[in-house]
């Protein structure tokens, strides 16, 4: 009897030991990083954008500015640059036909950080969807980027604006203008 309630008390004791041993940590999933910022960019179109449907490549490169980070102090990010080549499989001044994108797109972001630092992000999956006259751009941070990994990417370019193109296009479409190779983007993106 005396053997057993060694024997018993040796393995509570062992089992004791070997539970406070191993540490029992909380897993917490990381909460994802919201980023929205302001994006101003050249444009240009290979071959010229013009009142008929056809192939077009668009190589996009400007800053991204007035960022509002949710991830704060030295490592937020404040602003950037965004580089973009996108192929066309259609594309035109007429807002009635739709743009068709080619698979294969990606975007890449090169951020400047608080602390004075950058880093980078590459966005693939880029696909467009457009609403009256109106485009959004979407996409997702490739897993090895170094920063915002896996965030989704919603990009709202307001053709409504201002912007240069617009008028553009309107002389195009009335044959009084001559097809268009380089305009300007304005975008407010967000990542989250």
């Given at each position: ?42 444009v240009h179109f ?44 259609s594309l035109s ?19 400047n950080l608080a ?78």
């Amino acid at each position: 009897m005396l053997v057993r309630r060694t024997v018993s008390t040796i393995l509570t004791t062992i089992t004791a030991l070997c539970a406070s041993a191993v540490p029992t940590a909380t897993v917490h999933a990381a909460a994802p990083e919201v980023l929205n910022c302001l994006t101003n960019a050249a444009v240009h179109f290979s071959p010229p954008l013009s009142a008929t449907a056809q192939a077009v490549t668009v190589t996009i490169a400007g800053t991204v500015s007035g960022c509002t980070d949710s991830q704060t102090g030295a490592t937020a990010i404040t602003g950037g640059r965004v580089t973009t080549t996108l192929h066309f499989a259609s594309l035109s001044c007429n807002p009635l036909l739709p743009a068709t994108l080619k698979p294969g797109a990606s975007a890449a972001f090169t951020w400047n950080l608080a602390n004075g630092t950058r880093a980078g992000s590459t966005v693939t999956g880029l696909a467009l969807s457009q609403i009256a006259g109106a485009g959004t751009l979407t996409g997702t941070v490739t897993g090895s980027s170094p920063r915002l990994a896996g965030e989704h990417l919603t990009s709202l370019l307001n053709i409504d604006s201002d912007q240069p193109i617009i008028d553009n296009c309107v002389d195009v479409l009335l044959g009084i203008g001559a097809p268009i190779a380089n305009s300007t983007l304005t975008a407010d993106i967000a990542f989250g």
